[in-house]
């Protein structure tokens, strides 16, 4: 069946880096973009961009991804272990989260399975 | 880039029906592709309408999305609500490249 964990909760301050995994199984990993999707402490669902894991390449756009985290966020993958990871830098207390993947359905727009969710808590 | 704008709450009793509405700011509603996401306290989403009213296995037939051009809006309707239903909902669609989110609808069955 098709898996998406991740890895555990982190605890970070401010102007650090984090870096989370998301290891896959059940699926050709290559066949399906993978997504990143966060949320703050009870705010909605805000996405960060995705990576094509067959070629590596990403998208990290969204409308307000200027102002939230682009340049601050890296998504890259290791086919030989089915992972992808998300390495959100120069942290602000307002990057406190949880930070979901979410793997592309029959077409990259949708996604049909979500990993459980990490915990990245900003904290000084 | 286009918003989705979704009513903050609503709340209906049980075995009674509810709809989501799920309005695109700019753009026609029907360009692209409008999913559902249903999330409970403390949980992942996990997808209840895809491509606009496709329910993925497993998902209750009570569960259906549709659009509507003229308002140019998405909703969800879910019927014989149960208890098991109350949780956070969530429309999406994308653009070129990117995804948006709609802000999210509390749902409570009561």
């Known amino acids: 069946q098709v898996q998406l964990v991740q890895s555990g909760a982190e605890v970070k301050k401010p102007g650090a880096s984090v870096k989370v995994s998301c290891k896959t199984s059940g699926y050709t990993f290559t066949g399906h973009y993978i997504h990143w999707v966060r949320q703050a402490p009870g705010q909605g669902l805000e996405w960060m961009g995705w990576?094509?894991?067959?070629?590596?390449?990403?998208?990290?756009?969204?409308?307000n991804s200027v102002q939230n985290f682009q340049g601050r966020v890296t998504m890259t993958r290791d086919t030989s272990i089915s992972t992808v990871y998300m390495e959100l830098s120069r942290l602000k207390y307002d990057d406190t989260a949880v930070y979901f993947c979410?793997?592309?359905?029959?077409?990259?727009?949708?996604?049909?399975?979500w990993g459980q969710g990490t915990l990245v808590t900003v904290s000084s | 880039n286009f918003m989705l704008t979704q009513p903050h709450s609503v709340s209906e009793s049980p075995g009674k029906t509810v709809t989501i509405s799920c309005t695109r700011s700019s753009g026609s509603i029907a360009s692209n592709y409008v999913q559902w996401y249903q999330q409970r306290p403390g949980s992942a989403p996990t997808t209840v309408i895809c491509d606009d009213n496709q329910r993925p296995s497993g998902v209750p037939d009570r569960f259906s999305g549709s659009i509507d051009s003229s308002s140019n809006s998405a909703s969800l309707a879910i019927s014989g609500l149960k208890t098991e239903d109350e949780a956070d909902y969530y429309c999406q669609s994308y653009d070129s490249s990117n995804w948006v989110f709609g802000g999210g609808t509390k749902l409570t069955v009561l």
């Open positions: 979410a793997r592309g359905g029959s077409g990259w727009y949708q996604s049909d399975y």
């Open positions: 990576i094509n894991p067959n070629s590596g390449g990403t998208n990290y756009g969204g409308t």
